[in-house]
């Protein structure tokens, strides 16, 4: 049967409490020089006796030196608590801050639109109407602004057309007046070459044989008054 579990409290004897004292405080100082050689560790060991009596280790640092750092060690963590419970603190006062400005402007932008009028005075309701009025005219002016600057590069665009439109329209004059200046290099030297020489002769047609006919007669045309004579005899003669 395995051992049960020990429960731990106070030895009412004092002979047996000094024995176990003696054992316990050799054990741990042997435990402490162990974990400082096996896992390099910087060790400081503190055990007061029931009578006050003084036990300490301290692995190769001196005790003043781990004491030291200990004390250095532990004032930061103290001023990195308190200094984010102060920090929670002020993010907890800045985030009431800032919700009490959403409201404000979603409040304020309601009634730009005309709602949740009721709750404010006359006074109130003139200081609104006087913002959204100068709000309007800053508007406005803006809005002049920008139709101005448009209307101004507008009229440069139409000026560059108008200008790209004659210099085009003088650009076709030019080559209505000037249309040889467009023919081919080709035509105009095979041109050159056929008015220099001189035109082919033409050969007449051969004569063809038809069957003789005889014309005879006179014409008599008399010159004065607009009566004129003509006289004509033609005489047939059949072909063999």
Known sequence: MGR?????????????RQVTFSKR???????????????DAEVALIVFSNRGKLFEYSSD??????????????YAERQLASSGSESQANLSLE?????????????????????????????NLQLLEQQIANSLKRIRTRK???????????????RTLQDQN???AKKLKEKEQTPTEHVPQELRNLASSSSSSSP?????????QFPSLTIGGSYDEAMEGTNRKAQFNLNLVPIP
């Open 200 to 208: 082919p002769s033409i050969q007449p047609p051969a004569t063809v």
């Open 4 to 16: 049960g579990r020990v429960q731990l409290r106070r030895i009412e004897n004092n002979i047996r």
């Open 61 to 74: 640092s001196s005790m003043e030196i781990i004491l030291e750092r200990y004390e250095r060690k532990s």
């Open 95 to 123: 985030c009431s801050k800032l919700t009490s400005t959403v409201e404000a402007i979603q409040r304020n932008l309601r009634q730009f639109r005309g709602e949740e009028l009721d709750t404010l005075s006359l006074r």
């Open 166 to 168: 004659n210099m085009l």
């Open 25 to 39: 405080r050799t054990g741990l100082l042997k435990k402490a020089h162990e974990i400082s050689v096996l896992c």
């Open 144 to 158: 002049n602004k920008l139709m101005h600057e448009s209307f101004s590069l507008l009229q440069k665009r139409e």
